[in-house]
Nanobody
Framework: QLQLTESGGGSVQAGGSLRLSCTHSDTYNDYCLGWFRQAPGQQREGVAT???????????YYADPVKDRFTVSLDSAKNTVYLDMNNLKPEDTAMYYC?????????????????WGQGTQVTVSS
């Protein structure tokens, strides 16, 4: 069972930054890792995905609302994926979830994921 643990959420003012981390203890080599978010009363939406084979990044995808503000990155040695969020806006407020598939490709910024973390809350005040 692949377990994902998110951290790094919190409360910031608009224009601020946060870094989310998602760590797993799996030993497979190829993954598609994704960040999703869900605001109260809204559907879950894809934020960013990254696929890799070992230390080689294969793809990155971003949702339009976060392009040029968010960056997804990977430390394969630590089995950790990061989401650096800059210039945060109140509309970025949501529970953020990490997700994973044991495949070395992602179909885009969304998709069906087999494994999910518990989520970490991000709140941006105006």
């Amino acid at each position: 069972q692949l377990q994902l643990t998110e951290s790094g959420g919190g409360s910031v003012q608009a224009g601020g930054s946060l870094r989310l981390s998602c760590t797993h203890s799996d030993t497979y080599n190829d993954y598609c890792l994704g960040w999703f978010r869900q605001a109260p009363g809204q559907q879950r939406e894809g934020v960013a995905t990254i696929s890799h084979s070992g230390a080689t990044i294969i793809s990155r995808y971003y949702a339009d609302p976060v392009k040029d503000r968010f960056t997804v990155s990977l430390d394969s040695a630590k089995n950790t994926v990061y989401l650096d969020m800059n210039n945060l806006k109140p509309e970025d407020t949501a529970m953020y979830y990490c997700a994973a598939n044991r495949v070395g490709w992602c179909s885009g910024v969304d998709g069906t994921f087999e494994y999910w973390g518990q989520g970490t809350q991000v709140t941006v005040s105006s």
